[in-house]
């Protein structure tokens, strides 16, 4: 790997060193040296390259199915494996392995290397089970129908046009897991237009040159790091767009059709009354959902509610977390990730705080664990796990998320329990009642519903939780052909 | 004597001479008239060049420009002749006014001796697509484009109603506003033979997003406005203009008149130098905190700037611009500003408008 490597921008493949840059430091050495350079788009050439989306995404389309698919798969173990170019050939280049890639995305993420590599092999496991995927966003559809676009979806005639010419996504850099969500774009033979979050080119980058190598058109990438303006331009200016962000950046498109919203998921466990006197059996479950990933995903926990026994659910969850505590980020045992802004941990911290100052909220790790939530540790700022029993949902701590194993536990009478989830991308439902079941079965408001005990954060990739690519992408027509046509 | 030297003579002569035209009794202005009786003493002739006018006036408060009367700034020799009325760019509220009469034309004269014919050809038509309304630069293209045996057609961009739409979150409506724009201007370049554009950098790009500016006929840009990084210059000349259409920046306003740059070159990374039209108007990057004191060669600071006109005296106006401060060149044997910006836009952004 080059010294400081320069991350070009990628315009459908071709590489772009551009004037305006960001360094990049890590986060456990104040003032070293920088980690990256990343070059920044500025709009005007986001909006200039799309005129080309076009011409970028019949070269995908005209590329069968399969082998698109045989590429992704192919690149799954690239990805894992192998040294693929970093740096701009403009700047001397340079290139990376896993091990690099892993030790630069846990420099800036702030993710030890174990969150690192967990993120890696489920980003991994969606190119390797592409074939899988597909059908279950196809919903079991022959993949030929993308091909000529009609076909049958059992004996039903059906007919599919694409709905854009690239996908746009606006990214983190929290949770690098959140990339498989795009990956299958490409066998759906859209291009993608990518905008990084800030401090995490890594894992874009690394994935589009592993498609890349695998055999995939360059011209089906764009990668942009850029600024606010240009990833408004990213969301304008492609057909169909992700915007993965917190509730204020994403609230100016909730009702955008074209751009999908990846906000805070709000993912609860409940419990129901058949089930919640054996809950010691499922303390583990609670674990993994709050603490899974460091927290960071909006599919972790951030409420859990029960009819009774909180006092008790709450205690015992706190006393398991403050296990969880800051480790050297390379070795096997960190389950905690930093932060790679600690002002933004400072602000977390005085947050809650702030909330516990309101009647009615207890945290229940604070007299377990010894010291303030905002540790630091390496020369880097963690908020430690935090369990707040709070005494009703009304409370401001109770239905807040944050990025590190954070959750409230609140009592809620079961006849209130719909009532009381509202929206959540994941409810894990620990309870036999058929009665709750069927009503948790209806619900408009729970993006995956888990039966039984099952983390959060357990993710079957062949169901999608959060919209469906393909229907996303695509737009089922009518079409009818005169028999005697044929 | 180097030419640095020679410069600091002239201007430290240009100083006592337009000092003593708006201090004389017959040629003065109310307003420095008044300013040196409350002196007392010959006021004019205590200064004798440019650090004395810097020992001797703090920093000019923009405020009065909106309050006090023309009359009050209208020097005695011009007293026989009506005014201009010029305005300030994209602030809301009541604006800054200055009165003129031949300045613009002066200060776009020598400008024009920078231009080749090559890419602003005389006897062509010039469009400028950007604020005119009560603005100088209105009058001062016009001229300019006269000057060179040219005729220009104008499209209006209201830049005050653009930052109130940006202000009350509109943006939505301050896009559709700019489309209004670059609709007309394509109406002109369409069905007329425009060969010169002046307009501000996001115009030229959003017009280079509807036609190729080069096939369209155009062979010549002067664009100022807003602020330009070097990668927004590169991407104009490179992308929008096709490295086929001459670009050349300007930093002005109505108080000062207009600065060039120094020529854009790929190998200075396309950053932007500009250089006052000294004497008749300086430019000096200081410190943001002490405001009498220059900061070094290569550093940054707030620009202030002293206009030295018959017209208009104004000494040491900090605005709301930072920049580099950068060396002299054998062109311009006095300190040019570079990367200009919004004053704090390294700690905060700033509405810069759509425009």
């Not at chain 1, 029960?306 to 050297?328: G, M, N, T």
């Not at chain 2, 300013?35 to 810097?54: P, Y």
């Amino acid at each position: 790997m080059a010294e400081v490597p320069h991350i070009p921008v990628l315009r459908g493949g071709r590489e772009y060193v551009s004037l305006d840059t960001i360094e990049l430091f890590s986060h456990r050495e104040s003032g070293g040296t920088p980690v990256a350079t990343v070059s920044q788009a500025n709009a005007g050439i986001i909006r200039r390259d799309m005129k080309k989306a076009a011409r970028r995404a019949s070269l995908l389309r005209e590329r069968p199915v399969a082998e698109l698919v045989e590429a992704c798969q192919r690149a799954a173990s690239i990805f894992m494996e192998e040294e693929l170019p970093l740096g701009a050939a403009e700047t001397g280049g340079g290139s990376q392995g896993p091990a690099d890639y892993v030790e630069s995305l846990s420099a800036t993420s702030g993710l030890p290397h174990t969150l690192c590599r967990a993120n890696m092999l489920k980003v991994a496991s969606v190119m390797e089970n592409m074939p899988r995927i597909l059908k279950g966003l196809m919903r079991g559809m022959e993949l030929d129908v993308l091909d000529g676009g009609t076909g049958k979806h059992g004996d039903v005639p059906v007919w599919y046009t694409p709905n854009a010419d690239a996908l746009g996504a606006v990214l983190p850099s929290n949770s690098p897991g959140v990339h498989s969500l795009w990956v299958p774009a490409i066998a759906l033979k859209t291009p993608v237009v990518l905008k990084p979050g800030r401090e995490e080119p890594w894992t874009a980058l690394r994935i589009a040159r592993a498609l890349m190598a695998a055999g995939i058109p360059e011209e089906a990438f764009s990668l942009y790091p850029t600024d606010h303006e240009g990833g408004a331009t990213v969301l304008e200016s492609c057909g169909r767009s992700l915007l993965f962000g917190d509730a204020r950046t994403t609230a100016p498109y909730v009702n955008n059709a074209a751009i999908e919203v990846h906000g805070p998921g709000r993912s609860k466990v409940i419990f129901g009354a058949d089930e919640i006197a054996n809950w010691e059996e499922y303390l583990e479950v609670l674990v993994t959902s709050v603490a899974g990933n460091s927290g960071r995903s909006c599919i972790n926990a951030s409420t859990i509610l029960v009819p009774s026994h909180a006092d008790e659910i709450a205690a015992a969850l706190a006393e398991r977390l403050v296990e969880i505590e800051p480790a050297q980020h390379t070795g096997d045992d960190a389950r905690l990730a930093a932060f790679a802004n600690p002002a933004l941990a400072e602000m977390m911290d005085a947050g809650i705080t702030a909330g516990l100052e309101q009647a009615g909220a207890v945290d229940l790790t604070a007299g377990l664990r010894g010291g303030g939530r905002l540790r630091q540790f390496e020369g880097a700022s963690y908020l430690l796990p935090t369990v707040i029993r709070c005494e009703s949902l009304d409370h401001a701590l109770a239905r807040t998320e944050y990025m590190f194993p954070f959750t409230s536990v609140v009592e809620v009478p079961i006849d209130g329990m719909l009532e009381a989830l509202g929206e959540s991308l994941v409810v894990s439902a620990i309870t036999r009642d058929p009665e709750l079941v069927s009503q948790l079965g209806r619900s408009s408001q729970i993006h995956r519903l888990n039966i039984g005990p099952i983390p959060t954060t357990q993710v079957e990739w062949d169901q999608p939780h959060e919209g469906n690519l393909f229907e996303f992408l695509y737009t089922r027509r009518a079409l009818q052909r005169a028999s005697s046509w044929n | 004597m180097s030419s640095i030297e020679a410069a600091c003579e002239a201007l430290d002569a240009h100083v006592r001479e337009i000092v003593q035209w708006h201090m004389s009794p017959e040629t003065g202005t109310p307003v420095w008239l008044d300013w040196a009786s409350e002196r007392g003493g010959d006021a004019a002739g205590s200064i004798g060049g440019f650090a004395d006018l810097v020992e001797c006036f703090g920093n000019f408060d923009g405020e009065r420009l909106r309050t006090e009367s023309h009359e009050y700034w209208r020097p005695r020799a011009f007293a026989d002749r009506p005014f201009n009325i010029f305005e300030t760019g994209g602030t809301t509220g009541m604006p800054k006014q200055r009165i003129g009469w031949d300045d613009y034309k002066e200060d776009y004269e020598a400008f024009s001796a920078t231009l080749s014919d090559a890419s602003f050809p005389p006897g062509g038509y010039w469009l400028m697509i950007g604020p005119t309304g009560p603005r100088r630069l209105r009058l001062a293209i016009e001229h300019l484009a006269n000057f060179r045996g040219s005729s220009c057609y104008f499209v209006d961009l209201d830049p005050r109603w653009v930052k109130k739409l940006l202000r009350a979150g509109q943006g939505d409506q301050a896009k559709a506003y700019m489309e209004h724009v670059i609709d007309q201007a394509l109406s002109i370049i369409k069905h007329r033979d425009v060969d010169v554009l002046f307009t501000t950098p996001r115009l030229l790009e959003k017009l280079g997003e509807h036609i190729s500016i080069p096939d369209a006929g155009i062979k010549g840009v002067f664009c100022g406005g807003t602020e330009m990084s070097p990668q927004t210059v590169r991407f104009l000349i490179e992308e929008v203009l096709e490295e086929e259409v001459a670009f050349h920046p300007t930093y002005g306003n109505t108080l000062m008149g207009l600065a060039a740059s120094r020529p854009l070159s790929k190998e200075d990374g396309y950053a932007i130098t500009y250089y006052a039209p000294q004497p008749r108007a300086v430019l000096r990057v200081t410190n943001p905190k002490r405001p009498d004191e220059l900061v070094n060669h290569g550093e940054w600071g707030r620009v202030e700037l002293t206009t030295l006109t018959r017209e208009f005296f104004m000494p040491r106006f900090l605005e709301r611009d930072e920049a580099r401060r950068c060396e002299p060149t054998a062109d311009h044997p006095w300190d040019g500003v570079g990367e200009v910006r919004p004053f704090g836009a390294s700690e905060h952004k700033i509405i810069e408008g759509v425009y």
